[in-house]
C-alpha cells in the first residue's frame, strides 16, 4: 500500500521517494531520487523547475504527498486529502541516476503571503498531467483560496517568511 508522506522543501537532493509515471505504456510507482542533472551540465542537480513557458511532451510524472513544509510552515488540503505534485523525471544518464524534479507555479492565495512561488498541486486532474492530454497551462495553474490550510510549526515567529 502506497502512503503519501510530508514533502520537505528543503530536503536533500538525493532524498528517494516514490513517483507515479507512465512507463512503457504502464502506470507504475518506482522510488527514485530528487534532483535532476542541469541541462547545462552544471554541478548543481535541480530540483524543481518553473514550469512557465515549458513543455513537457513526455517523462510527466506525479509525487504524492500528504503535505508540504517551507521554512517554518506546512501546507495540506483543507479537506484533509493527500495530492500530487506535477513532476518530470529523466532516465539515467553518463554519471547520474535516473531522477525526478517537481514542477512550479505562481503560488496561490493561501501559499502568497509565505512565497511567492509554490510546488504544481495537482488533485482531480493527475492522469490529465501524467497523459498529457492537454497543454500544461490548463494544468499547472494556481487552485483556488482557501484549498490549503497552513500551520505554523511550534517555537517559529508567526511572521509570514519570505523568500529572498
Known sequence: MMSAKVFQSDAPLDERRVIIRRHDGDVEMVELPWGLRPR?????????????????????????ASEFRHRSFSF???????????????PAADDWPEAYAVLTIEANPDIAP????QMAVLTDQRMVWLDGLFPEEEILRPLPAGTFGVKRHAGTSAQPVLAV
Open 40 to 64: 547545462d551540465g552544471g554541478p548543481r542537480a535541480v530540483n524543481v523547475i518553473r514550469s512557465e513557458g515549458r513543455s513537457f511532451p513526455s517523462h510527466r510524472c506525479l509525487v504524492p
Open 76 to 90: 495540506s488540503l483543507v479537506n484533509g486529502d493527500w495530492f500530487y505534485f506535477a513532476g518530470i523525471w529523466r
Open 114 to 117: 509565505f512565497h511567492d512561488r
